[in-house]
């Protein structure tokens, strides 16, 4: 089946660092990956929205500008949380679907724990 | 706004109960719906697809989908204190480019107590 892999699985940094999770495809390629973000007992938000070749997508209330969306190749997706503050702290997830297959799911990587001091 | 609703639950059974898990969603045009399993402190896991009205069964797991109502759910036959998790549904939604767009729920905790 499909496998997504999503480095590192848990971040333990200073405020003020910048930090950056892998999402990448194993077996297939994705078009599209999606980035998420659970806080403690919360439900699982969509945060953006990831295009190979292009810019994300980002939903409302997400800045681009604190998190940043590199879509370089069709296996690959990075997500860099810049000048990261305790605030941030979170549960990040990442998912892919197989590229020309929109209407299928999204296949998750195992989310990385990021906790800012 | 495209919505998924479910109920948050916890939905409580006892083991080798049924247990049903229901959702609704808001967009008519939503073609194709999935359930998820997340376990606490980890990420959802894909349960069942189901694309057409109608049961779909993959082993004690059996999803029903009504798009005229507009319902999807998903029943796990003898539940086992192992299915102890939130339960999240998702619907694909038709966006602009011919790409679809997933809207999650907020989940259901189940708990299946021995």
């Known amino acids: 089946g499909a496998v997504v892999s999503q480095h590192p699985s848990r971040v333990i940094c200073k405020s003020g660092t910048s930090v950056k999770i892998e999402c990448r495809s194993l077996?297939?390629?994705?078009?599209?990956m999606f980035w998420y973000r659970q806080f403690p007992k919360q439900s699982l938000m969509l945060m953006a929205t990831?295009?190979?070749?292009?810019?994300?997508?980002?939903e409302q209330g997400v800045e681009k500008d604190k998190f940043l969306i590199n879509h370089a190749s069709l296996t690959l997706s990075t997500l860099t949380v810049t000048s990261a503050h305790p605030e941030d702290s979170s549960f990040y997830i990442c998912?892919?679907?197989?590229?020309?297959?929109?209407?299928?799911?999204?296949?998750f990587g195992d989310g990385t724990r990021l906790s800012i001091l | 706004q495209k919505e998924v609703e479910q109920n948050s639950g916890p939905l409580s059974v006892p083991e080798g109960a049924i247990a049903s898990l229901n959702c609704t969603y808001s967009?008519?045009?939503?073609?194709?719906f999935f359930w998820y399993r997340q376990y606490s402190g980890k990420s959802p896991e894909l349960i069942m697809s189901?694309?057409?009205?109608g049961d779909k069964e993959d082993g004690r797991f059996t999803a029903q989908l009504n798009k005229a109502s507009q319902y999807v759910s998903l029943l796990i036959r003898d539940s086992q204190p192992s299915d102890s998790a939130t339960y999240l549904c998702?619907?694909?939604?038709?966006?602009?480019?011919?790409?679809?767009?997933?809207?999650f729920g907020r989940g259901t905790s189940l708990i299946v107590h021995p």
């Open positions: 077996d297939f390629q994705a078009t599209t």
């Open positions: 998702a619907v694909n939604n038709p966006a602009s480019g011919g790409s679809y767009i997933p809207t």
């Open positions: 967009d008519r045009v939503s073609q194709s």
């Open positions: 990831s295009n190979e070749g292009s810019k994300a997508t980002y």
């Open positions: 998912s892919a679907r197989e590229e020309g297959r929109n209407n299928q799911p999204q296949h």
């Open positions: 189901i694309y057409s009205n």
